[in-house]
């Protein structure tokens, strides 16, 4: 790549050689038929398409672009519970204390279902659980993630603590911050090597995947949908669609409740062992209380620090993002002012209004998405969750399933409001609110 740096404009994911996801796809076309039609071949579409194929159904998913070209194999691979957005206290107000209790147990169950499917399976996709340290990037939000810490604690039993700032070198080569909360329960993986697990289990399993097969149309209704492609017309029973941040125009009631934010990620160059255990002593994954957020950590190998947060354009454009996401690293970690970044790239993430994940049924179409830039746990247990819906088990019952998927008046999926959010949310930041 050209400009005033060079980088590989690529994730540094796909530089594994054991990423082959174009190893799984059909070489021949769709069958006009099928019991399922999964629309998107990322986590959600996959995982859907496991428990789907193992349960005997004939599962065909169609990928627009080819298997984790979406989030899947872009992300920073941090794993967590995602609470939701508002808090405990915030959903407690949305909808009554049980309801909050019940929404935020099922994001805890979400991660530990991952650990678990990951062992399960034995995908290789070098899991670790070793915690996030979450620095407070000012005093006063010191305190209120005490206040958090305090609650989930009490309420969930989670086992999160403080780190006041004297002791946050155990934790970080950072000054930045002061103080912070570790979540000791999280881990980090290689994203690329989840889904490339994934795409093999799920073709193992007897699922079809097709590539460049961007599905223009949905009719009909359950037990008799038709699914349009430029070329092609296919006939199934259920259909799921699980494209979240990819979500096309044509399918417009999706769109319409989605609003697409691109999230961009950085690699740095090789780094000694004893350099990266000086910026992340326990090698945890990190983040902290910006509102527009940075997520950092050391690559599954080792070697290099990935960095990521919020680009400020939909559009890829890594000449504006890769110097913001260096400019910031730089500032937590001023001793890697000579570090190159070697990788930069990006994908688009799906945020919803009232900062929820959805899972559904609309016209005898199922769907899960919206995971708001927190998807590694969610997308692979929500698919299955939709999967088990299509399939008729109760199991499949989430505890999102009566929350109201909404769109705002005159809203298109055009998110035209994201550059004055983006900017009023960097000028509280730098006022430290
Ligand atoms: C840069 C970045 C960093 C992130 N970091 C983290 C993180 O550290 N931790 C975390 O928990 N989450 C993170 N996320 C979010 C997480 O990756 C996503 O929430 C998750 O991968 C969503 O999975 P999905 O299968 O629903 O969607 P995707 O993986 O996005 O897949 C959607 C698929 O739908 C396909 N598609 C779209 N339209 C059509 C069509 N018309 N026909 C057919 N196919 C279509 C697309 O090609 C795409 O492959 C990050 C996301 C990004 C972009």
Not at 25 to 41: E, N, R, T, Y
Not at 114 to 142: N, Q, T, W
Not at 183 to 201: C, F, S, W
Not at 289 to 306: E, N, W
Request: proline share 6%; aromatic share 10%.
């Amino acid at each position: 790549m050209t400009g005033s740096e060079t980088f590989i404009h690529q994730p540094f994911w796909w530089s594994d050689s054991r990423f082959q996801p174009g190893s799984f796809v059909q070489p021949d076309l769709p069958p006009k038929k099928s019991d399922v039609v999964i629309i998107g071949a990322g986590y959600t579409g996959l995982s859907a398409a496991l428990t789907l194929a193992r349960a005997g159904r004939s599962v065909v998913v169609l990928d627009a672009e080819r298997p984790g070209w979406g989030c899947s194999a872009r992300n920073g691979g941090l794993l967590g519970p995602s609470f939701h957005k508002l808090g405990l206290k915030g959903l407690e107000r949305a909808y009554g204390k049980e309801k909050a209790r019940a929404i935020m147990r099922e994001s805890l169950d979400s991660m530990r279902s991952l650990v678990s499917f990951v062992e399960k399976e034995k995908i290789d996709c070098e899991l670790v659980m070793r915690g996030r340290f979450r620095g407070a990037v000012h005093p006063k939000h010191y305190d209120s993630l005490a206040r958090q810490v305090e609650i989930m604690q009490r309420e969930l039993g989670l086992n999160v603590h403080m780190v006041p700032k004297s002791e946050q070198h155990y934790e970080i080569g950072s000054d930045l911050y002061h103080g912070g909360a570790v979540y000791e329960d999280d881990g980090t993986l290689q994203p690329a090597l989840l889904l490339q697990g994934l795409l093999q289990k799920a073709t193992e399993a007897g699922a079809k995947i097709y590539g460049e097969q961007a599905v223009q149309d949905i009719s009909g209704s359950e037990g008799k949908l038709e699914v349009r492609t430029k070329s092609h017309s296919l006939m199934a029973r259920n259909v799921i669609v699980a494209t979240n941040g990819y979500t096309p125009k044509n399918l417009k009631w999706f769109r319409r409740r989605l609003i697409p934010i691109r999230s961009a990620v950085t690699a740095t160059e090789e780094l000694p062992p004893e350099k990266i255990r000086e910026l992340s002593p326990k090698l945890r994954g990190h983040g902290d209380t910006h509102r527009l957020v940075f997520y950092y950590r050391p690559s599954a190998d080792g070697k290099r620090m990935i960095f990521g947060g919020r680009a400020k354009d939909l559009k890829d454009n890594p000449q504006e993002y890769v110097p913001y996401l260096r400019n910031a690293m730089r500032r937590i970690y001023p001793q890697l002012q000579s570090v190159r970044v070697e990788y930069g790239w990006s994908g688009v993430v799906a945020y919803t209004f009232d900062h929820a994940p959805h899972v559904g049924e609309v016209d005898g179409v199922h769907y899960a998405m919206g995971y708001c830039g927190s998807g590694v746990g969610r997308a692979v247990y929500f698919g299955r969750k939709t999967a088990l819906k299509v399939l008729g088990d109760p199991e499949g019952r989430t505890e999102l399933d009566d929350l109201p998927f909404k769109s705002r008046q005159l809203y298109n999926g055009s998110p035209w409001f994201m550059p004055f959010m983006i900017r009023w949310h960097a000028f509280a930041d730098r006022m430290g609110w």
